[in-house]
């Protein structure tokens, strides 16, 4: 049996993820995010948050979170649970959709989630939250990982025994997004805590947090010593992060991959603006209209804000009803000389 050091190197040999998100990380971002990675390149992908209760019953590749594409690999699905039944048939049918390993949420702040005692809820029982690791165990045949915040608390030493427990459960390895719950994505990520699991743990760990621009991937990694680095939002701007260290792993660039990267503000600007064409067209693609529209607009919402005049891209994207509609107008918008993308954004939504 590999160990998890040898799981994770199986799936992996570059050091940066696409972050799960509701709403974002399916099948029409993968795939635009897909060509930024380095030729030789393995990596895990995520899916939207899942819920073991309802996957049993679903035809997987028929619900829009489901959907895959050609080029789909190492697909490792998030999904929300503690009910041992709905973990072992979730776990059954995400094996049999060829997942590469799953990943269990206790880092989901929202309402729903705590409501039903999933997400970062979780992380308030040690001793729940093990036996929800060891209930997947059981019934996996594939890596069982588990992406956490910093919890309820500013307690060190409980997330070390937290994160003990949840190995000792079985846990491949762990992201942490070092944020309290009550947090959300406001303050400052704690990346000390990142490196405080990678010293303490025999796992591999994954980092999350505040990246926003490539000197924030080779800091964290340097900093942390982490396996890892995941980013969320800021591939919903930034695609090009994805290709951040392929010099330095001696990876190549595809030539269409080698033409996207931007140099400077304004054609970072005009690249997110290429992004976007590729995503709405992705999206159509896949989805419905309304599962079409509603994504695109979401997606524009997230990565707007590091442009200047983002929000006039974002309210006007919200009123266009198809496919042409909205590529006329990015065609138009994105040929604005003085657009210009930031490295940073403060802003919060």
């Known amino acids: 049996m590999l160990s998890p050091q040898d799981q994770f190197r199986e799936l992996l040999n570059y050091p940066i993820v696409l972050a799960p998100m509701v709403g974002l990380t399916h099948v029409a ?3 635009s995010l897909a060509k930024y990675l380095p030729q030789e390149a393995r990596v895990i992908w995520p899916t939207e948050m899942l819920n073991s209760r309802r996957l049993p019953d ?3 590749g028929e619900t829009p979170e489901t959907l895959k594409w050609d080029g789909d690999e190492g697909l490792c699905p998030q999904i929300l649970g503690n009910d041992e039944g709905y973990i072992r048939d979730s776990i059954a049918k995400l094996t049999q959709w060829d997942a590469k390993a799953v990943d269990i949420n206790m880092g989901c702040p929202v309402r729903k989630a705590l409501r039903h005692n999933y997400g970062v809820s979780l992380m308030g029982d040690i001793n729940y939250a093990s036996e929800v690791v060891s209930m997947a165990k059981r019934h996996s045949t594939i890596p069982i990982s588990v992406k956490i915040r910093a ?3 500013k307690d060190l030493d409980y997330l070390l025994n937290f994160t003990h427990a949840l190995i000792h459960s079985g846990a491949s390895w762990l992201c942490l997004h070092p944020r309290l719950a009550s947090e959300k994505r406001k303050g ?7 490196k405080l699991l990678k010293d303490n743990l025999s796992v591999p760990i ?3 947090g505040d990246i926003q621009e490539e000197d924030d991937i080779k800091r964290m990694l340097e900093q942390t010593t982490c396996d890892a680095v995941m980013i969320g939002r800021a ?3 930034k695609p090009w992060l994805l290709s951040s260290l392929a010099k330095e792993m001696n990876m190549s660039l595809s030539p269409e991959c080698e033409e996207l990267i931007p140099k400077n503000p304004r054609e970072r600007a005009s690249a997110y603006g290429e992004y976007l064409k590729d995503f709405v067209d ?6 419905d209209q309304k599962n079409a529209l509603k994504r ?7 990565g707007s804000p590091w442009l200047n005049f983002g929000h006039r891209l974002h309210t006007s994207i919200q009123r266009l009803e198809s496919q042409q509609e909205i590529q006329n107008f990015l065609q138009e918008f994105f040929k604005n000389t003085s657009l210009i993308q930031s490295s940073r954004t403060q802003l919060r939504y």
């Open 282 to 287: 992705n999206c159509f693609e896949f989805f």
């Open 58 to 60: 679903q035809e997987l």
């Open 188 to 194: 400052t990520a704690d990346w000390s805590q990142i």
């Open 29 to 31: 971002m993968r795939k």
């Open 206 to 208: 994954i980092g999350n």
């Open 235 to 237: 591939l919903c701007a």
């Open 151 to 153: 919890g309820h608390q």
């Open 296 to 302: 695109i607009r979401f997606f524009v919402k997230v």
